[in-house]
């Protein structure tokens, strides 16, 4: 395949069709996060062997960040503000805590690995693993390491801290209290509200141009963060801004990980290959981590300690609300502390990352 090339639109439809075949692959697997890690691995696959995809436009990537970001900023509402408030030392206590330790990581491996020392940084970032991967293709850093170690410690969260709280689940019963039962139940309102049409169009629409606006003026990441910022600041208002359709979300998703696995050339397999040990010590650190963390803010502000957990765990907002819902834990904390975390991470580690490297 090493000859195989393709041009843009070509390329376009082949990284969405072996996208969503991977996607459908994670998913029939039950692996959590699967239209972003299976469309990735597929899409890594393919180009390992040698395809020749064609430059794709900047717009491709900014669209599916677009989308994601109006995800995040539909999470947002007068309600959760209030909620906010009673999160905001946890929070940044979490965070701050994560950050921290990611920094150290990341000094760690460029010392081990001797992998340049940004993209050992975004590599151990607690962030999403699209984003930091879309970080770091920014940056001009070495997006397949940034991904592996992103991939690894994703899967490593969801394979192990689920386990951990599922042992304490029928101990704790059911600890979601009648106030989270009652702001669900107004997230429930609220959506069956937002079910128009008109509503999903105009979320679309002011998260396109907050997206493509950020873009514009450099921001990291600013498909992702323009749209979250502004579609959470209308929702917050009061706007009844509904979220794009699952179809939607999925093919985002989808996109962006198979733009993403276009990065693994055959070049770079060799590379990552001499990287599975740190790779693996590092989740494991990372993972221990979050169980210690989750343990810490369960005997401080006396949260249950399954919601505890999974609001430590370093790993997707919505995958880990829905393991918080299946275990009766407090889904609207886990989902909050996940938001505020990650609303952190991105505007914190780029400015960090880029100071420690100068």
Not at 129 to 143: D, K, Q, R, T, Y
Not at 223 to 242: D, E, K, Q, S, T
Request: hydrophobic share 55%; with cysteine.
């Amino acid at each position: 395949m090493e000859n195989l090339t393709f041009n843009v639109p070509m390329s376009l439809v082949l990284i969405l069709l072996l996208g969503y075949f991977g996607y459908r692959i994670f998913k029939l697997m039950h692996i959590p996060g699967g239209a972003i890690t299976g469309s990735l691995l597929i899409v890594a696959v393919f180009s390992s062997l040698g395809i020749g995809w064609a430059d794709l436009p900047t717009y491709y990537s900014t669209s599916f960040q677009v989308v994601l970001g109006i995800v995040m900023g539909c999470r947002f509402s007068k309600e959760t503000v209030c909620s906010i408030k009673k999160l905001v030392v946890p929070g940044l206590f979490t965070s701050a805590w994560m950050i921290g330790l990611s920094l150290a990581m990341g000094l760690l491996l460029t010392q081990v690995t001797g992998i340049d020392l940004g993209t050992a940084l975004y590599g151990t970032s607690p962030g999403g693993l699209s984003e930091m991967g879309i970080l770091a293709m920014a940056n001009n850093m070495n997006v397949p390491v940034v991904t592996l170690f992103q991939f690894v410690r994703v899967i490593a969260v969801y394979l192990s801290v689920p386990v951990v709280a599922l042992k304490y689940y029928q101990r704790e019963g059911k600890k979601a209290s009648d106030e989270t039962a009652a702001a669900m139940d107004m997230g429930k309102d609220v959506k069956k509200q937002n079910k128009k049409v008109w509503s999903i169009l105009a979320s679309i629409a002011v998260g396109a141009a907050g997206g493509f606006a950020a873009k514009a003026v450099g921001v990291p990441v600013g498909g992702m963060l323009g749209a979250m910022a502004v579609v959470g600041l209308l929702r917050i208002m009061g706007v009844p801004l509904a979220e794009p359709p699952k179809w939607l979300v999925i093919l985002g998703q989808i996109g962006l990980g198979g733009y993403l696995g276009t990065t693994f050339t055959p070049e770079v397999l060799s590379t990552l290959l001499g990287l599975v040990v740190p790779t693996i010590a590092f989740s494991a650190v990372i993972v221990l981590n979050g169980i210690v963390t989750g343990i810490i803010v369960h005997r401080i502000f006396g949260w249950d300690l399954i919601t505890s957990l999974l609001s430590s765990a370093t790993a997707g907002v919505t995958q880990m609300s829905a393991i918080a819902l299946d275990m009766d834990a407090d889904a609207v904390t886990v989902g909050l502390m996940q938001v505020l975390r990650f609303a952190l991470v991105m505007l914190l580690m780029p400015t960090l990352i880029n100071h420690i490297i100068a």
